[in-house]
């Protein structure tokens, strides 16, 4: 079946630092990527989204950049702050409609003060 | 936070017991889902709903069954629980059409004893 890999599983590092969570997926037919920030004991909620006819988006700290020939992408967080730690996970957008979305395991990120 | 909520928010129950969890939405979108997240893989898909009566199969669907008899409410049973059912269960909304993005409940841990 399909799935999405998300590389590393842990981060850590320290306040000011940058952040970088790769995501490589494997249905060629993805057109949709989310990403989602899941703090301890809360809901996953959405923090950016990307499409495939986008290279690169941006919103304040964070950005995430899209390589469809790769079929990779990845979140790009700058100036890490401390409420930054929490878990994210990567998403792609399955075929068959639905808007079904595949989730990759997870990354814990750790913002060191 | 989009008006989803989910009922109980934590139930202990025994191996053999059957357990119904309970998606409630407020914002007549129409798709719903249902995810379990468990250390290490992220959010699974279990069974997800395109409309009134009309569902269908995720990856992880084996124990578990949907239904779905109004716009707002979506509900997950695990006709005879067991301890491999022990996780954290996302329902998640989505409006359908172009954006994609979906919406995540609280979530309800259960733990199968």
């Known amino acids: 079946g399909e799935n999405v890999e998300q590389h590393p599983s842990t981060l850590s590092v320290q306040e000011g630092d940058s952040a970088v969570i790769k995501c490589t997926y494997s249905?060629?037919?993805?057109?949709?990527f989310p990403w989602y920030k899941q703090e301890l004991g809360k809901r996953p909620q959405l923090i950016i989204d990307?499409?495939?006819?986008?290279g690169e988006k941006k919103d304040q700290r964070i950005a995430v950049t899209l390589n469809k020939t790769a079929k990779h992408f990845s979140l790009h967080i700058t100036e890490t702050q401390p409420e930054d730690s929490a878990v994210y996970f990567c998403a792609a957008s399955l075929s068959g409609g639905y808007n079904k979305l595949i989730f990759g395991a997870g990354t814990r990120l750790a913002v060191h003060p | 936070d989009a008006g989803i909520t989910q009922s109980p928010r934590h139930k202990v129950t025994e191996t053999g017991t059957p357990v119904t969890l309970r998606c409630h939405q407020t914002e007549n979108h129409r798709y719903m889902y249902w995810y379990r997240q468990d250390p290490g893989h992220g959010l699974r898909l279990i069974h997800y709903?395109?409309?009134?009566?009309?569902?269908d199969k995720g990856e992880v669907s084996d124990g578990y069954s949907v239904s779905r008899s109004k716009t707002e409410d979506f509900l997950l049973t695990l006709e005879s629980a067991t301890s491999s059912q022990t996780s954290v269960y996302f329902c998640?909304?989505?409006?359908?059409?172009?954006?994609?993005?979906?919406?995540f409940g609280p979530g309800t841990r259960l733990t199968v004893l």
């Open positions: 709903s395109y409309g009134v009566k009309d569902t």
């Open positions: 249905d060629s037919a993805s057109n949709y």
């Open positions: 990307i499409r495939s006819n986008v």
């Open positions: 998640a909304i989505s409006s359908g059409g172009y954006t994609d993005t979906q919406y």
